[in-house]
């Protein structure tokens, strides 16, 4: 079997059979039989020709086993991870794994970095003085048994095929392609050794998937190759024009979570993070219905459990607990700046991708990943749409500490919302759900 011959049969439309797909994978993790250019050129053709349900399948779970797949059978409960595609302003990790957790779900959540517009829980958590995201399989297996939840990055032995084939895809324009993006997403997820998956596919400018019938596609796709491969999928299809909750920037982020699991949460972050614990909570069959998990989450949530689970999650991992008591311990600046509206009226629109960039051009996100982050800075919205604002009033509050820095943001976020005379229509913030 022949690299090139495989890239041909699938240049010219055809159906790859398990054992072409297993000699690409073996290709990507070794190097064995495949060139680089040849890796390439076959991620290309499937860019261009797609990829079958089966051959999408069988794809994922190659590049599952390319590299180590936990076994978590020994730790009793229902295991259950959330997986977003990035949007702006999106902390729901931070808030539903602690609130599935304390309904008796175990949530072994690995988590990546921010890229680009989009933020990471990573760099969230690193935000809290100590907090350790690299444990080991030991220290991680220990915290699932006695918080319920550990929150990790993805170790090198995970799917390192994924690993290989993502920063190809990153450099020759094939990254946009469903199959391409399954693969990657599930096969990642299917190694943490869970039995039930939520996804929430993100859609609008601040998204990956920036229309409707793209978010759909993906989301599809996700719960059908999720399914065949054994793990409980479903797939939240959500807005996101809009940032998620009013902060973004890591150290914000983080005290906007904490304040969510105090009950004091902006709607719309208390309204997903609780609808995504609720389906975590019915996929580990905690719940009989949607009805029985909203409630279980909300118990969770205005009982103060979910931030008692926090609080022992960030202990275990090495972080400061008090910082949830007094946030002066989190790294912060103190030079901020303020954006206003230049007239009376109500905010119409809100360019969430903006606000993604301007916050990584304050240094609170990469734009390579090699790239460090500042977890100080970021932006708060003081308003959002919907709301009615007067000439003068803040618009957003800026964190920043390089006045340069601030000076390239500042165009970014003046251009990023709008004003008009009547209040928009806010449509929800679910907009289909999959399963
Ligand atoms: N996130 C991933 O992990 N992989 C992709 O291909 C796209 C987004």
Known sequence: MRAADIIRTKRDGGELTAAEIDSFVRGATTGAAWAPYQLSALLMAVFLRGMSPGETAHLTRAMADSGKVLDLSDIPGPKVDKHSTGGVGDKTSLILGPLAAACGVIVPMMSGRG???????LDKLESIPGFRVGLSEAEFRSALRNVGIGMIGQTS????????????????????????????????????GINGLVMDVKCGHGAFMKTRSSARQLAESLVRVGTANGLKTVAMLTAMDVPLGRYVGNTLEVIESIETLKGNGPRDLTELSVLLAAQMVKLAGLAEDDDEATRKVQTALYSGAGLEVFRRCVEEQGGDPHTLDDYSRLPTTHRTMLVVAPRSGFVSEMVAGAIGVASMVLGGGRERAEDGVDHAVGIICRAKPGEKVRAGDTIYEVHYRSSAKMMAALPLLEESFTLADTPPVIEPILMEELA
Request: proline letters at 5%; charged letters at 20%; aromatic letters at 2%.
């Open 115 to 121: 890229l680009g517009h989009s933020g990471g829980t």
């Open 157 to 192: 032995d995970v799917a390192p095929a994924d690993k290989t084939l993502y920063a190809m895809r990153d450099v020759t324009s094939t990254v946009e392609s469903i199959p391409l993006i399954t693969a990657s997403i599930l096969s990642k997820k299917i190694a943490e």
